[in-house]
């Protein structure tokens, strides 16, 4: 009763209850619904900002002070880590003041604000992910990030709230505390070291998974981003002309082609370590673990550490990609296919299970996750074979590449006509001609679809061939789709919309009576002509 | 499995027409409103307007820029005029919708063909839209959504009166077959 307005007036401005009143923006009914104290977030969320910022200060300073640059852009730049250096503990200390939650009878609550308060109030049986992240520098003062997300509004992310560092023992508390009254398809993760998930290991890391992710698109993303890297620091200490004199000088001194040779082996060596590199930090100690209650968490990083758990319940599928170089070393990925999987989640690529493995890992654990035997060990359906489009299809996926190539034909001919290329250019277009026949003949073979009692499978693509595995549960509609060349050819894609995952999966180019069928039968609908 | 008496008919249901080749979708019952013809027309009609005024209104400003400008705008109408004159008819002719007991299922396209069936035990919402050219003309679009993003059903080119109608019936199936909608 230290509040000058309470002793003035006499009475408690909230009228309810006296232990209110250091905190007037509580609504009073709240205060007579639970007495439930709010709780903060850690306060060694202001020394983890100092830190984070500095590791990121340290680097640019030290470079700036190494090379002893005037250059005012790297000097500007170091002042500006400075200051955010200064500003983000503040505004850290800021959150420890704004941030309070509680959890409520069967709510959770979370205010934040300090002038103008935003109340987030969460029904513990609607919250669908409660996840815990742990970054490196956070780690150090054993703080961990709770992000408990609802199923609704996956895609504006209302409603979900973020707990951006709290002590690992009360977060771990909190998590339990949730999740007892969270319905039961509820997703939880949390990041290793945490706590480490206890059950039957379903698969871990087998290193020689790295040479999938060594050839990749690593190998043209890799080189690129160290060159814009390396560029990037050495203009930021003002150093980028002298960098590109030392180089111009470097080709000028060697012959051309030892020059080429030299750099062709480093991009593809650098590609190759990079992709080595993102695999060892991606999957570091990678490992999925079948929980008692049912529940998958796949846990792995180096630096990061992520999480992915996936309930039974949620799962509706899964998708097999195989690539043509995957494919070429019998490799594929296989992601599984669930409701619920916020964009944020997708986004930041926790969702993904498993990294690209051999073919047999792929298959085994894709069967362990939908609890049966479901796919054979080449990606078929295990029940038997997957039924083969109609050999029209196979027509119109070599044309469709022969046009493609005749595009590129005719604007390679254009160049020629226009005098800018050798006719000699004219070359690429033809050799490309039994590539693409190869191609729209393997991508005829790929097609196939098969339903069963409980699963229906699809399959397309060469150069990017995926199998789709969706349970039929999951099905909550289908389209029957024809082009102007599918009506002549009598061929027809059929959609079929699902909540989860991509929420469409297509078939390509099966005949048109068998679309029909299959999109009757997922509905129950009756679409054939009655005399049909 | 046809709930005829439930089923708002806006018109005496038209003859299913010759079987479509090679085992396609049956048609569903009912064609659109006549004036969706209009609807389509006024539409595109529209989008040509516009196009051709981001265009030449530039050309006649600008002369630097006139040659390659009016070469633009002939080239925009050319590709754009013939959907303007056939797509209304050509998509008369095609869309058709049709609420059986069980789904809601619409079929549409000019060029091509999609047939579209969303089970009402999986439909989310139900809902009558109006465009300030719906207004005009008296029409209406019924959009039906189910828990996959691209699962909806969109009836275009309704009679108002017979799209207030459907919502209602389709309102009270669904209620009526209240599944899990996932």
């Known amino acids: 009763m230290t509040d000058p307005t309470t002793d003035a007036t006499g009475t408690d401005p909230t009228g309810t209850d006296p232990t209110g009143t250091d905190r007037p923006d509580v609504d009073p009914a709240d205060e007579a619904v639970a007495d439930v104290p709010w709780r903060r977030l850690s306060p060694w969320i202001v020394p983890a900002a100092l830190l984070r910022m500095l590791v990121r200060l340290i680097p640019a300073a030290a470079g700036w002070w190494f090379f002893n640059t005037d250059d005012d852009v790297a000097r500007y730049t170091v002042i500006a880590l400075a200051v955010l250096a200064v500003l983000n503990p503040f505004n850290q200390a800021l959150n420890y003041l704004k941030v309070r939650f509680r959890v409520v009878g069967e709510e959770l609550h979370h205010t934040t604000g300090l002038l103008v308060r935003r109340s987030t109030r969460v029904a513990l049986h609607r919250i669908r992910t409660v996840d815990l992240t742990a970054p490196l520098t956070s780690r150090v003062f054993g703080l961990v990030t709770v992000r408990v997300g609802t199923g609704g509004n996956t895609f504006t992310g209302e409603g979900a709230v973020v707990l951006n560092g709290m002590r690992r023992g009360e977060a771990m508390t909190l998590r339990a505390g949730l999740l007892t009254h969270a319905a039961p398809d509820v997703a939880a993760a949390t990041a290793p070291g945490l706590e480490s998930p206890t059950g039957q290991v379903v698969q871990a890391l087998r290193w020689r998974w790295i040479v999938f992710h060594m050839v990749g698109a690593s190998l043209i993303a890799g080189p690129l981003s160290v060159v814009g890297t390396v560029f990037g620091l050495v203009s930021l200490v003002g150093r980028g002309e002298w960098l590109g004199e030392q180089i111009a000088t470097l080709v000028d001194l060697v012959p051309w082609t030892a020059w080429a040779v030299t750099s062709a082996v480093l991009v593809v060596g650098v590609g190759l370590a990079t992709g080595a590199v993102t695999f060892t930090e991606a999957w570091w100690r990678y490992t999925l673990v079948r929980e008692p209650s049912g529940r998958f968490v796949a846990t792995r990083g180096l630096l990061t550490t992520r999480v992915f758990t996936a309930d039974h319940d949620r799962l509706r599928g899964v998708t097999v990609k195989q690539p043509v170089l995957t494919r070429a070393l019998r490799g594929a990925r296989m992601s599984p296919v669930m409701t619920g999987v916020s964009l944020q989640q997708m986004m930041a690529d926790t969702s993904t299970m498993l990294p690209t493995t051999t073919r047999d890992v792929a298959v085994r654990v894709a069967n362990t996750l939908l609890g049966g035997p479901v796919l054979g060990e080449d990606v078929t359906p295990a029940d038997g074979p997957l039924r083969p489009h109609p050999p029209r299809a196979r027509h119109r996926a070599v044309v469709r590449y022969l046009v493609a190539i005749a595009v590129v034909a005719a604007l390679v001919a254009a160049g020629a006509l226009g005098g800018w290329w050798t006719w000699w250019i004219l070359a690429v277009p033809l050799v490309l001609v039994p590539v693409g026949v190869g191609a729209g003949v393997g991508y005829y073979r790929a097609l196939g679809h098969r339903l069963d009692a409980t699963y229906l499978y699809l399959r397309r693509g060469y150069f990017n061939r995926r199998t789709d595995v969706l349970q039929v549960r999951g099905v909550n509609g289908a389209h029957v789709t024809q082009s102007l060349v599918q009506r002549v050819l009598g061929l027809a894609n059929l959609t079929v919309t699902t909540a989860a995952g991509d929420q469409a999966y297509v078939g390509v180019d099966l005949a048109v009576g068998d679309a029909t069928t299959l999109a009757a039968t997922l509905t129950g609908e009756r679409l054939h002509l009655p005399d049909a | ?182």
């Open chain 2, 1 to 182: 499995m046809h709930d005829h008496e439930h089923e708002p008919a806006p018109t005496p249901p038209e003859p299913v027409g010759p079987a479509p080749a090679g085992g396609a979708p049956r048609p569903p019952r009912h064609r659109v409103a006549p004036r969706a013809r209009a609807y389509w027309f006024l539409r595109r009609a529209t989008v040509l307007v516009v196009v051709l005024a981001a265009t030449l209104v530039p050309a006649a400003l600008w002369e630097g820029g006139r040659p390659w400008l009016v070469r633009v705008a002939v080239a925009l109408a050319a590709l754009l005029v013939p959907g303007l004159v056939v797509a209304p008819w050509l998509r008369y002719r095609t869309h058709r919708w049709e609420a059986t007991g069980t789904a809601v299922y619409s079929r549409t396209g000019w060029i091509g063909r999609q047939w579209r069936v969303a089970p009402l035990s999986r439909v989310q919402t139900v809902e009558a839209k109006r465009n300030v050219l719906h207004r005009v003309l008296g029409l209406a679009a019924v959009s039906v959504t189910t828990g996959s993003a691209s699962g909806a059903v969109v009836l275009e080119g309704l009679d108002a009166q017979v799209a207030e109608d459907l919502v209602l019936h389709l309102t009270d199936a669904v209620a009526a077959t209240r599944g899990d909608a996932t």
